[in-house]
Each structure stands twice: as structure tokens, then as C-alpha cells.
């Protein structure tokens, strides 16, 4: 079985900064991307950030904002996020590619989300 378990959302207003973590654990085999996603309400889920081979990749809407990052074991990836601003308002979702050992193809994981309510 494989977990993603996040942490680190909550409000804040806007202008300040908050750090979402998401911790994979479980019989992982092999990662070859993490990322985060995130929902607004009414709104399909779009990608925020993601992480391949070291490579960095970020939505147009929170490039010099936010910064994804991974630990030294590369199974826990931060979301480090500046500036907030309302429309940055969503549940957040971790999510990674990966290979268990109970699967020969890597799969897509999620974790169970966290949300991010920028306001005054």
C-alpha cells in the first residue's frame, strides 16, 4: 500500500505564505514525479507545481510565487507558497507517480488533500 499524507494548509491573507508538505510512504519502489494539484470550487483541478528527475515545473499562475522542493530522500515534496493571493483559494492535492512493489506499471497517487483559504 502506498500513502500520501499531507500537511500545512490554512488561512492566511493575502500577501502572506504558507508550506504544504506531502509525505509518501509505503511499498514504493521507484518515484518518478511529484506534484501538486490543486481544486477550486467549481473549477476542474489543475496542476500546480511538479518535480521529475529534478526538473521543475509550475503553472503560469504562481511562477516567482511558489517554490516545489523535495526532501533529501526524495519522498516528502514541499509547496512552498509567497505572496498569496484570494484567487489562490483551493483544496490542495499532493500527487505522485509511482512504482510499488505490488505493480509493474508506475501508478498515480493522491493524498487526501488540504485546504488553502487565502482572505482577509
Known amino acids: 500500500q502506498v500513502q500520501l499524507v499531507e500537511s500545512g494548509g490554512g488561512l492566511v491573507q493575502p500577501g502572506g505564505s504558507l508550506r504544504l508538505s506531502c509525505a509518501a510512504s509505503g511499498s514504493i519502489l521507484s518515484i518518478r514525479t511529484m506534484a501538486w494539484y490543486r481544486q477550486a470550487p467549481g473549477k476542474e483541478r489543475e496542476l500546480v507545481a511538479s518535480?521529475?528527475?529534478?526538473?521543475?515545473n509550475y503553472a503560469d499562475s504562481v511562477k516567482g510565487r511558489f517554490t516545489i522542493s523535495l526532501d533529501n530522500a526524495e519522498t516528502t515534496v514541499y509547496l512552498q507558497m509567497n505572496s498569496l493571493k484570494p484567487e489562490d483559494t483551493a483544496v490542495y492535492y499532493c500527487n505522485s507517480y509511482l512504482t510499488s512493489y505490488s505493480s509493474y506499471s508506475p501508478m498515480n497517487y493522491w493524498g487526501q488533500g488540504t485546504q488553502v483559504t487565502v482572505s482577509s
Open positions: 518535480i521529475t528527475s529534478g526538473y521543475k
